[in-house]
């Protein structure tokens, strides 16, 4: 019995080192240094450095979390990165001047916005072809994808707008207003609200998916930083759709807005003017591109707190986590 | 009769889209058509040293078009269109009456590049009652003082802007010693007035003050005359007032003491460069590249940014109406991302764009103005040009 007994916990053992504890690792564009940063998020270091394609900007990953797919949007096309070599291993049309874009939830196709040609291509990623152009306003940026993958939204940043986009019909069916130069649009993740942030406006406008109007407009305030200097940029809600995370560009802070009473909690001091933010799939931490300090913040969500910075290259612009 | 030029075709289709009719018939009475003239004169210009870079003879009007292609997407949405006139006087052509003759076809907005003289006596006309003017290339300051019109808005920045831009960066950098170099014509006076004022405001102090009167063409001069005309001065910078570019040139690497050229040549203040590509203006320069096949320039950014402000004004009020579009251009909510990091707004009290200003090198963005540090109760951007307490304008 006793042996029995041993035998288990040794067999456990085993079978708990040869299946790696699930590591989280947080990918990074390095928009000025054309490479990618992989950063083990339990040393909290930089344990690659990939040379990519020129000008990366938007990241995201495949569905089964195998690839990245990365916006070199000076190359004109996506570029495929597998995660176990850490070796590119092909490219998907896009369009020109790809820089930021959103995976259907099936895996399948991406919705890619060209920013030069006022175009959203749709790609098929399996067959590597393009599945439709929808043309949109200027400079389209801002990619959010209903939780259902049926609604697409994106921001035109000189247009002003907020278009909503039927990804079955890939028609335009509503045109939404909002402040100056969106550059970010996120579902909240009961489908309801979509959150975009305006650079120049200043805003965060918060509007409701199903009727189509801007149900609240948030404002930041910080003592002692010019009103100009805060540019909303990157924004996360949290699963639960209690908080939500803005960065503020050159203000160089991220806000903590309670998501349900749309009130700022808070402003986190993080490095400077920036950019993305990406939860790691617990949603424990929160990390943040910071443009001009060339380094990611570590946010500790629970705490509020920023624990960590880590130096990446130049001009870190996309970031996504997986464990 | 169509083929001997440009003008029988412009006259000709202008003939054709007036018999089409008013907006109120077919098609177009869903879309809701703004129209917006340019109006500019050809500047003669006298026999100059730096020949090499001759202005685009479409200097202006491309900046205009990409902003139209731009304001016609955004308009695809909202059911709007805009539509772009525009009238080239010859150097020694009437003006007036070619202004007089775009009221009269109606047009209600309209961006000028003509000499501030002539831009006050647009702005005096009965029939410029109700219309609103843009000033897309006139750097004078007296039209954001005592000439300044309640119809008329400056795009441009000033030369006392451009000075303050220019001098904030010095003073950061400590070099606050200037020897100031003046041309011999009115704007280089006028130039050479800003930087007095800038260095006063600012802390400099102005060492020594000298014309350039050595006549045009210096180039195979210039090697034995700066040396002289800069020696036995103790300097940090020498500032150049030579707008049009004579001589300013053949300064740089020829004074006598080792010392950087700064103002209209060397380091510069200019309200747009082609190597500006910070907060997405790389996307403004490349759709413009891409459109022209050349860079874009102060002037053709100059007449981008009062056509895209009109077409903000027609997408927020909704409206293309010229009342409407108008008291929302003047208001307190109105802002235009001009690709320069913040948005960007008219003062109230003489119609100046308030805007950052860029210091560049020929082929590099050295830094862009106002300088951290200097600080303003309302804008930070008030720091550069006449500040509401010091304005002879009082259009608020």
């Given at each position: 019995m006793r042996a029995w007994f041993a035998w288990t916990i040794a067999i456990a053992l085993v079978v708990a080192s040869a299946s790696p504890v699930a590591a989280l690792t947080v990918y990074v564009s390095n928009e000025k240094d054309n490479s990618i940063s992989v950063i083990d998020a339990d040393k909290m270091e930089v344990t690659a450095t990939i040379p990519v394609g020129q000008r990366p900007r938007g990241i995201i990953l495949s569905k089964d979390e195998t690839k990245l797919f990365i916006c070199t949007s000076d190359d004109d096309h996506i570029e495929v990165l597998d995660l176990a070599s850490l070796q590119t291993i092909g490219t998907l049309p896009s369009g020109p001047d790809p820089e930021l874009f959103i995976l259907h939830p099936s895996g399948n196709p991406l919705y890619v916005a060209n920013e030069d040609d006022n175009l959203i291509t749709v790609v098929d990623v399996e067959q590597g072809s393009v599945i439709a152009e929808i043309p949109v306003g200027v400079e389209p940026e801002g990619m959010g994808?209903?939780?259902?993958?049926?609604?697409?939204?994106?921001?035109?940043?000189?247009?002003?707008?907020?278009?909503?986009?039927?990804?079955?019909?890939?028609?335009?069916?509503?045109?939404?207003?909002?402040?100056?130069?969106?550059?970010?649009?996120?579902?909240?993740?009961?489908?309801?609200?979509?959150?975009?942030?305006?650079?120049?406006?200043?805003?965060?406008?918060?509007i409701d998916a199903a009727s189509r109007e801007i149900v609240q407009k948030i404002a930041f305030e910080i003592p002692g930083v010019r009103a100009e200097a805060i540019q909303p940029v990157g924004a996360q809600v949290t699963k639960d759709g209690k908080l939500a995370f803005v960065a503020l560009g050159p203000a160089n802070r991220v806000a903590v807005v309670d998501a349900q009473s749309f009130e700022v909690k808070k402003y986190l001091l993080v490095g400077q003017r920036v950019w993305q933010l990406a939860f790691s799939p617990d949603e424990k931490l929160l990390f943040s591109t910071n443009g001009v300090s060339n380094d990611i913040s570590v946010i500790d969500v629970e705490k509020l707190k920023v624990i960590k910075s880590i130096a990446v290259g130049r001009f870190p612009w996309g970031i996504v986590t997986k464990d | 009769m169509l083929h001997r030029g440009g003008a029988w075709?412009?006259?000709?289709?202008?003939?054709?889209?007036?018999?089409?009719?008013?907006?109120?018939?077919?098609?177009?009475?869903?879309?809701?058509?703004?129209?917006?003239?340019?109006?500019?004169?050809?500047?003669?210009?006298?026999?100059?040293?730096?020949?090499?870079?001759?202005?685009?003879?479409?200097?202006?009007?491309?900046?205009?078009?990409?902003?139209?292609?731009?304001?016609?997407?955004t308009g695809s949405f909202m059911k709007q269109s805009f539509e772009l006139h525009h009238v080239s006087v010859p150097a020694k052509g009437d003006v007036v009456a070619a202004f007089r003759g775009l009221l009269a076809e109606g047009f209600r907005f309209v961006i000028l590049n003509v000499p501030a003289s002539r831009l006050v006596e647009l702005a005096d006309l009965p029939e410029s009652d109700g219309v609103l003017l843009f000033n897309a290339g006139a750097p004078d300051d007296s039209l954001r003082n005592e000439d300044c019109r309640a119809n008329l808005l400056h795009v441009r920045p000033s030369r006392a802007m451009l000075a303050d831009a220019l001098a904030q960066y010095l003073m950061t950098k400590k070099w606050d010693e200037w020897f100031l170099v003046i041309g011999p014509r009115e704007r280089d006076r006028l130039y050479g007035e800003a930087v007095r004022r800038a260095a006063t405001r600012f802390g400099a102090k102005i060492v020594a003050e000298k014309t350039w009167d050595f006549g045009p063409d210096a180039r195979r001069t210039a090697q034995s005359e700066v040396p002289v005309f800069t020696q036995g001065i103790d300097y940090d910078v020498l500032v150049v007032a030579d707008e049009i570019g004579e001589f300013g040139e053949y300064l740089a690497y020829r004074t006598w003491e080792p010392r950087p050229v700064v103002g209209t040549q060397g380091l510069t203040p200019t309200s747009w460069h082609r190597t500006h590509e910070r907060w997405g203006a790389a996307q403004l320069q490349s759709r413009f590249f891409k459109a022209t096949g050349r860079r874009m320039t102060p002037l053709d950014y100059g007449v981008w940014a009062p056509i895209r402000s009109i077409g903000e004004a027609a997408t927020r009020t909704r409206s293309t109406d010229f009342a409407t579009m108008l008291a929302y251009i003047k208001g307190p909510e109105f802002e235009l991302a001009g690709f320069k990091g913040q948005k960007l707004t008219f003062r109230a009290w003489n119609g100046q764009l308030r805007q950052p200003v860029l210091l560049v090198s020929p082929t590099a963005l050295v830094s862009v103005s106002p300088q951290q540090g200097y600080l303003h109760q309302r804008s930070h951007l008030d720091t550069l040009g006449y500040d509401e307490p010091e304005s002879k304008c009082r259009l608020n």
């Open positions: 994808l209903s939780p259902d993958g049926k609604v697409l939204v994106n921001t035109s940043e000189t247009t002003n707008m907020a278009h909503f986009i039927d990804t079955e019909s890939y028609e335009i069916t509503a045109n939404v207003l909002v402040d100056s130069r969106p550059r970010f649009a996120v579902f909240t993740s009961d489908g309801k609200q979509v959150w975009v942030t305006s650079e120049i406006g200043g805003t965060v406008s918060v | 075709y412009s006259i000709c289709c202008m003939a054709v889209a007036l018999l089409i009719g008013p907006p109120e018939s077919g098609w177009s009475e869903e879309l809701a058509t703004v129209r917006i003239a340019y109006l500019s004169q050809v500047v003669e210009l006298p026999p100059k040293l730096s020949n090499l870079e001759l202005p685009p003879e479409d200097e202006g009007l491309q900046g205009g078009r990409l902003a139209i292609k731009d304001n016609n997407t």
